[in-house]
């Protein structure tokens, strides 16, 4: 307790109690900085969306206590998930272990009745399928497709893929989105990402839809692979695991304008929602590092854990806690951001990795209706 508790004046109340009064204050400020703990300490309300990769399964959890609400089917080798900003879907690609995935699945976040919650996708293509991002209908979904590298734009009620972009190969990986509509693709082995940028609409021809095109790539580091674009900003970060950097892209000149040091292999990137907070995950170094998203200062680095090698992340809406995947623990660490620490570490399947924060209870839509 020793560092908030130096914060909490001693009460003495020896003007009405004599000389136990100073004894009697000092219990009754302890009794309210134990009290108090509980609500720092608790996480926050709300659920969490865990894929656990070797179960194939994606784990639903109370995130006051970590208790498992229910558990879900999905394909091989689940590895990202992405929720639709309209907050009844949550989209599951399906990488694969050994054999490359072709598969997706969809979790209905408001339908009551389990028999009519999934929904799966067949891309009729082993194509590790892995980044995903819905756009702001809600309908279309943005996925990269590894094998043969592009960027595919699926019809999420139809179930037909729209549109191919070439984007090329070296390991097309996990893809981010802007506001207006402008896409980012890692590609881990070559150490580039991959701008595509919309310019119209029109229909599909053979390299992508009229109206979509890849630009030239740019040069960020080894191993680039983590991306997010800040929330109400122009800067897209990229984590180069291999070179224990982070490069900072203007997403109007297309241009690297900062690079930072992060060490201990930083593979996935995340903001608060507010744009304040970027979380690195330091897989190696089994830390999340900190930074002050408009300055880029290092804030802090927080370890998870021995042995526990952090990956994807979440953030809480309030940007008071980081839920953190460990995959090599097969656990949940729940950060406070206000205390700079973990506070409490919740049980997961084998090798968990994706991870999507749910408020509680889940966000209502004006018209739900039934589930396509």
Known sequence: MGGLAAQLPLVNDGDLNGHGGLFYGYHRT????????????AGAPGQLIVLEKNAATAR???TREGETVTTWPVGDGPHEVALSPDGRYAMVANYGGQNPGSSLT????????????LRHYDLEAAIRPHGLTYTGDSRFLWLTAEVS?????????????????VVGGGGG???????????????????????????????????????WTAR???????????????????????????EDTLSLIDTESLKVVATLPCEG????????????????????????????AETHELLARIPTGDGTTPIGMAFNDAGTHLYVSCSGSNQVADIDLRLRRVVQHFSTGEVPDGLAWLPTPPPQTAAMGPSE
């Open 173 to 211: 990986h996990m893809v981010a989105r802007q506001n207006d509509g402008r896409l980012f693709v890692s590609h881990i082995g070559a150490g580039v990402v991959t701008p595509v940028i919309s310019t119209g609409h029109g229909a599909t021809t053979v390299t992508g839809p009229a109206g």
């Open 106 to 117: 969809r979790i209905s976040l408001l339908e009551m009745n389990p028999k009519n919650q």
């Open 149 to 165: 590298g592009e960027l595919w734009r699926m019809d999420t009620k139809t179930g037909t893929v729209a549109a191919k972009v």
């Open 60 to 62: 639903l959890l109370d």
């Open 265 to 292: 292999f930083p593979i996935r990137v995340n903001f608060s929602n507010d744009g304040a907070i970027a979380a690195v995950t330091c897989a190696t170094a089994n830390e999340v590092a900190l930074f002050d």
């Open 216 to 242: 030239e790539q740019i040069s960020t580091g080894a191993g680039a692979e983590g991306i997010a674009v800040r929330p109400k900003g122009k800067l897209l970060w990229v984590g180069n695991r291999a």
């Open 30 to 41: 302890m009794l309210s900085l134990l009290c108090a703990l509980p609500l720092l300490q």
